[in-house]
């Protein structure tokens, strides 16, 4: 049988994630109070209201002894995010105890914006607000819980990706020339399952397909695959030629992702965007 899981957070990942594989019945994930009921009908899991925020709110977790797998980002503040996680992980120990073993979703914006190869042994501080909550996070959870890190780049797939974006007329995303890393939440989906079951596997892993590219080349692929899908606002993308314009040489390996075993099934874009090319559109979100 699948383990017992709590997910934080039945956002894009956590609900990925709860429909992965028929999870032990005592499983279950949260979304926020004023989600709730309108998300019981989208989720595979018995859902629970919950606002980690809310100190008031954390007696609706289940006691018994469940893997947590925490979705939620930190608070943007520091001092703040500090004295939470602070509060929330003692008051787990104590209340919770069932639920020590915790994996945590974090993000490659731990890793410094200049060139260079980051592995999960990079020493070096964040340079960004968001990286260094990252950390930080990271950090106290490990004081706490017996705790495993996944490091995701741009999560996309079915219903979040660039190519729905720009089918809505939407505009590509800030800094499209440097290389971006990505992940297909799928594949993200299977190693945080991979980790539950193996809690020998390195402690922290990298979470990248194996072809960083700029954003702009992915939007020109698919354009040329569908090139009749497009808003007229991006029909400019067709006709940008396929420069490669300098750009940072900064490099987040995914080698020990690559050592756990784990096959990507879409090991680059090309994959992951040939499944998405003809799905249906998107509401956008107001
Ligand atoms: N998307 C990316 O490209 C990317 C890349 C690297 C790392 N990450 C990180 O990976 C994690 C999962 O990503 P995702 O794309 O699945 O994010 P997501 O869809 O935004 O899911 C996050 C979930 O956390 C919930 N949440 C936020 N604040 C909360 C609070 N105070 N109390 C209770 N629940 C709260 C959200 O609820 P609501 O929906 O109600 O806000 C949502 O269900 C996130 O931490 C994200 O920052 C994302």
Redesign the pocket.
């Known amino acids: 049988m699948e383990p017992t899981v709590g997910i ?9 994630l709860a429909r992965l594989v028929p999870w032990s019945p005592q499983s279950w994930g ?3 109070p ?2 709730y009921p309108a998300i019981l009908s989208q989720q595979p899991l018995p859902v629970v209201p ?5 100190a008031s ?1 954390w007696e609706a977790l289940p006691t018994q002894s469940a893997i947590l797998i ?6 943007r503040d520091l001092e703040a995010n500090r004295n939470h996680l602070r509060q929330w992980s003692a008051w787990m120990r104590e209340h919770r105890p069932a639920c020590s073993r915790l994996l945590y ?5 731990i890793y410094p914006k200049r060139a260079g190869v980051w592995t999960e042994d990079t020493g070096e501080e964040p340079d960004s607000l968001s990286g260094e909550l ?1 950390k930080q996070t990271e950090d106290l959870l490990g004081e706490v819980f017996d705790l495993q890190v996944v ?6 797939g079915p219903k ?1 990706n660039l190519w729905q974006r720009l089918r809505n007329g939407q505009a590509m995303p800030t800094s499209p020339h440097q290389p971006t890393h ?2 297909h ?1 799928e594949d993200l989906a299977r190693l945080i399952h991979l980790l539950i079951l193996k809690p020998e596997l390195p402690s922290c892993i990298n979470a990248v397909d194996h072809q960083p590219l700029p954003s702009l080349r992915v939007a020109q692929w698919c354009a040329k695959q569908r090139p009749t899908a497009l808003q007229l606002e991006n029909h400019g993308l067709l006709a940008e030629p396929e420069t490669d314009l300098p750009f940072l040489e900064r490099k987040i390996s995914n080698q020990r992702l690559q050592s756990t075993g784990l096959l990507l099934r879409y090991p680059t874009y090309q994959e992951g965007y040939h499944s998405l090319l003809d799905e249906p559109l998107n509401q956008l979100r107001a």
């Open positions: 934080l957070g039945l956002g894009y990942l956590g609900s990925t949260t979304c926020r004023s989600s919950f606002d980690w925020t809310q709110s925490l979705t939620i980002p930190p608070i979703v974090s993000t490659t914006g990252r490091r995701p780049g741009g999560i996309y979040r990505r992940i939440v």
